[in-house]
């Protein structure tokens, strides 16, 4: 029965939080190594946790070595998203993802749109 189905293991993601705008710099020099993601999250939204699950449900491990994954809390630092908005020329949704190399936003989706599977394409 479904409720007696047991739990995959999901892989674990290593987030590193965006609090500053100055950190985009250093985002932008690390999007010349390798890929950077930056997952904007509204902690008073429903859709931005399931879009937020969904997008780590469908984490690969095979990617945590090839792509730098960054969560920006955009209730408590508003005025960091707006400098990613303006930084990156994306419009600014909730939640939000961008896909960073070099130096570039290169992919952008928001709501329901959020899948790792999409990601994976962008590589």
Known sequence: MFWNKPKEKQVEVEWFPLTS????????????????????HSTRCGISSMAMDR??????????????????????FRAVSNEVADRFGIYHQSPQVLLIKNGVATYEVSHMAISFDAIKKEF
């Open 21 to 40: 705008s100055d950190q985009l710099n250093e985002i932008i020099e690390e999007s010349k190594q390798k890929p950077i993601l930056i997952y904007k």
């Open 55 to 76: 997008l780590m449900r469908g984490w690969d491990a095979e990617y945590s070595d090839k792509l730098k994954a960054y969560y920006l809390d955009l209730i408590a």
